[in-house]
């Protein structure tokens, strides 16, 4: 999921750079009414960035999201009171693009945009398997990859089922919540939050190892971080070490003189 986020932001940067630089009420909201109201919404994301307020800019992305999806008046009104409710959070101009609402994501997502996404994201993951199964023909049987959910890609073997805890490991290839410890090359479990560690793949899925080599929590989205995997999924530590689910100065206006 966190693959098609990026490339759906990767979309939205070509469709900015394409088309260059109220409350919410109650009832239905046509199109318009929503852009006009999602922009003015989103304009609280911008001059803490240094960016002018959302305009033109904002508006064509609007357009672009909403072209195809099939929302109804209602819809769009339900979206904008469940973002007028969020807006004032912290974190609000670092949650992904549609807020984490359900309803915001059906107005939000194009399926022709989402479809362009899932097509981009296929060739990548072509070209990684083709690239694999040249370097590791012996773990590409018939020309599929080792099944990652129960083999892993041994050099000079073959697909291998995941090594269980506690059985020799050598590098890779342990069960999901496990991790092949490089002292023993024994598989091990993965560590909780306050436990010692020299890496993330030693830490649980919802933990991390920062930089006191400590397994912590992710981060969550607004707050300050020092590394990508540090940020709760699907997000990552954009340039200025906040984590981010979503640029939401994609819909601002240019950047002022003197910002940051």
Known sequence: MRACRLLLTTWLSLIV???GGGSSGSGAVNENEFRAQYCEIMSRCCAP??????????QNVIDYLTSDTGATDAMRSACLTAIENKKDLAEFCYLPMDGDIPVCHDVL????????SEAQKEQVEAAAKKSACTSNPE??????????SATYCKRGTGCQPLIALGEPCESVGCVAEGYCDSASLTCMARKAASLACSNSQECIADAYCNAGQVCAQRISYGSLCDKSDACQAPGYCDSQSIC????????????????T
């Not at 960035?49 to 904002?58: I, L, S, T």
């Not at 689910?245 to 003197?258: T, V």
């Open 17 to 19: 750079l394409s088309c």
């Open 49 to 58: 960035e240094g960016y002018a307020p959302p305009g033109e800019r904002c």
């Open 109 to 116: 997502t194009s399926p022709t945009l989402l479809a362009q």
């Open 139 to 148: 773990c590409c049987p018939a020309g599929v990859l080792c099944d990652s």
């Open 244 to 259: 981010t689910a979503g640029d939401h100065r994609l819909f601002c206006g240019d950047k002022l003189a003197g910002g």
